[in-house]
């Protein structure tokens, strides 16, 4: 095949005459972030921080951790994160989409059926349309510790777990990596 390239994407999506990949990046779509971050830097406890950053709706692909005078300390994964539920997930993800998913925590969904059924949600408390709202979202406040070290949501201490949330954010249940194993020792 000439043109080939071993490392080209088609390797491994399969691009075809008859198959074409989009990929949508909710962070792309806004530019909320630097305002976001302004509006934290203004907040005078974990909640008024929280309220702030789901209030200015562009804290991208991180989490928080914060503590605050009173001694109370906030682990949030409130980050822009497109509106897709498990049931959609399970209902539009195509067959490399599936893969995708076990790999990279990624669903690939059906793009024929984008302005139908496997179309982004949104939640009446979100910021813009596609995404998700900060109720769905992440967060422990409490009196103790809290932590993150690029893991997913589900354990931000050793006795907390927070669960049911849509597998777009992260695994639960999941094997912890050794970073994350060796800050909450």
């Known amino acids: ?9 088609a390797t491994f999506m399969g691009w075809s005459p008859v198959s074409v990949w989009a990929i949508r990046d909710a962070n792309a779509e806004h530019l909320r972030t630097i305002d976001t971050f302004l509006e934290m830097g203004k ?28 001694g109370t300390v906030l682990y949030a994964d409130h980050s822009v994160v497109p509106h897709v539920t498990n049931a959609m997930k399970n209902r539009c993800l195509t067959v490399v989409g599936t893969v995708l998913d076990q790999v990279a925590g990624l669903p690939g ?29 992440p967060e422990h406040l409490a009196r103790d510790w809290v932590m993150n ?32 194993r060796m800050v909450s020792q």
């Open 43 to 70: 907040a005078t406890s974990v909640r008024d921080l929280l309220r702030r950053q789901d209030a200015g709706g562009g804290m991208p692909w991180v989490n928080t951790t914060a503590a605050d005078r009173r």
């Open 109 to 137: 969904l059906d793009g024929t059926r984008a302005s139908g059924d496997c179309a982004w949600g949104t939640d009446a408390d979100a910021q813009r349309p596609g995404m998700l709202g900060p109720r769905r979202l």
């Open 149 to 180: 070290a690029n893991d997913s949501f589900w354990l931000p201490n050793d006795h907390t777990r927070l669960e049911g949330f849509p597998t777009i954010i992260g695994c639960e249940r999941c094997e912890r990596t050794m970073r994350t």
């Open 1 to 9: 095949d000439e043109g080939y390239v071993a490392d080209s994407p």
